[in-house]
């Protein structure tokens, strides 16, 4: 296997999390924050995105997976797992790897709206350029980045490489 070419440094997500952490910390005080992480590609970002969080806020994790091959997503998407907790009334913060179709997103977004939480926002640590997507509301973004594949951080290739610590490209 290649080594994977760095497009975003470990450094460079750190400091960007910790700008994150610190509007989300500003925006919901005083507030029932409960952060949402869709795995498994958000485990990383929501774990290190979250210490940047300087409040009482509550965790619960959902876990989808849409059909297709290992590239491309088809909009179907399956949920795996549900939210353990009641979201009726609370301010949730979806937390996500990357929006590429923005498919999943989509259809999560509409799906919790449904459960009447007092406030559903959305953060990203990737966002695709150059794609044609539904509008989507990220309050709180990381990176934009070129349409290309991208590993690590949490993303996979065939489930492999969530543990690269940055966010690096296959060039082959
Ligand atoms: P979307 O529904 O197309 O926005 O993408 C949904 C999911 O596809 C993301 O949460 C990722 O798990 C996965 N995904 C999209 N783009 C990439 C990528 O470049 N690398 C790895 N996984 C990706
Ligand atoms: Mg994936």
Same mark, same amino acid.
Do not use: C, W
């Given at each position: 296997m290649n080594t994977p070419r760095e497009l975003i440094s470990a450094q460079e997500?750190?400091?960007?999390?910790?700008?994150?952490?610190?509007? /989300?910390? #500003?925006?919901?005080?005083?507030?029932?924050? %409960?952060?949402?992480g869709i795995l498994k590609g958000a485990f990383i970002v929501m774990a290190d995105l979250a210490r940047h969080v300087d409040l009482p806020v509550e965790f619960d994790f959902m876990a989808v997976s849409s059909y297709g091959s290992a590239t491309k997503t088809s909009g179907v998407v399956r949920i795996i797992k549900d939210l353990d907790q009641e979201v009726a009334?609370?301010?949730?913060?979806?937390?996500?790897? /990357?929006? #590429?179709?923005?498919?999943?997103?989509?259809? %999560?977004m509409k799906n919790l709206s449904v459960r009447q939480p007092a406030s559903i926002e959305l953060a990203a640590l990737l966002i695709?350029?150059?794609?044609?997507?539904?509008?989507?509301?990220?309050?709180?973004?990381?990176?934009?980045?070129p349409p290309e594949f991208v590993i690590g951080y949490g993303l996979d290739y065939a489930e492999k490489y969530r543990n690269l610590p940055y966010i690096g490209v296959m060039d082959d």
């Amino acid at each position: 296997m290649n080594t994977p070419r760095e497009l975003i440094s470990a450094q460079e997500i750190e400091s960007k999390l910790a700008e994150m952490g610190k509007a /989300i910390t #500003d925006d919901y005080r005083g507030k029932d924050l %409960l952060m949402v992480g869709i795995l498994k590609g958000a485990f990383i970002v929501m774990a290190d995105l979250a210490r940047h969080v300087d409040l009482p806020v509550e965790f619960d994790f959902m876990a989808v997976s849409s059909y297709g091959s290992a590239t491309k997503t088809s909009g179907v998407v399956r949920i795996i797992k549900d939210l353990d907790q009641e979201v009726a009334g609370r301010h949730i913060l979806i937390v996500e790897d /990357i929006i #590429d179709s923005g498919l999943t997103i989509h259809y %999560l977004m509409k799906n919790l709206s449904v459960r009447q939480p007092a406030s559903i926002e959305l953060a990203a640590l990737l966002i695709k350029d150059g794609i044609e997507r539904p509008p989507l509301p990220v309050r709180y973004e990381g990176f934009h980045i070129p349409p290309e594949f991208v590993i690590g951080y949490g993303l996979d290739y065939a489930e492999k490489y969530r543990n690269l610590p940055y966010i690096g490209v296959m060039d082959d």
